[in-house]
């Protein structure tokens, strides 16, 4: 049964950092690509970031380039979402998945609240 696992949200300051971590079981990880979506309050799901099995890694989102940064770790069978100068507008729950050409995996979310 293929689980992931997210962790690593909460509530921060404006202008703070937060790492999310997604765990990733019942899978070969490094089979996968993997992404970070998230979905704020009233908003639809929408691409954050992806990287792919051989670890090149997109921003796909403009109003986090440069602020977030998306990573893998297959030994551990984990990708990280690092997120730096948060501010309100990020304020979602956010989801990773893994894919490839024929599955779909979802993660059940981590709320991520910036508020001062």
């Known amino acids: 049964q293929v689980q992931l696992v997210e962790s690593g949200g909460g509530l921060v300051q404006p202008g703070g950092s937060l790492r999310l971590s997604c765990a990733a079981s019942?899978?070969?990880?490094?089979?996968?690509?993997m992404s970070w979506h998230r979905q704020g309050p009233g908003k639809e799901r929408e691409l954050v970031a992806s990287?792919?099995?051989?670890?090149?890694?997109?921003t796909d989102k403009d109003s986090v380039r440069g602020r977030f940064t998306i990573s893998r770790d297959n030994a551990k069978n984990t990708v990280y979402l690092q997120m730096n100068s948060l501010n309100p507008e990020d304020t979602a729950v956010y989801y990773c998945?893994?894919?490839?050409?024929?599955?779909?995996?979802w993660g059940q979310g981590t709320q991520v609240t910036v508020s001062s």
């Open positions: 998945k893994a894919f490839n050409t024929n599955e779909n995996y």
């Open positions: 990287i792919s099995r051989l670890d090149r890694a997109t």
């Open positions: 019942g899978l070969t990880f490094s089979n996968y690509a």
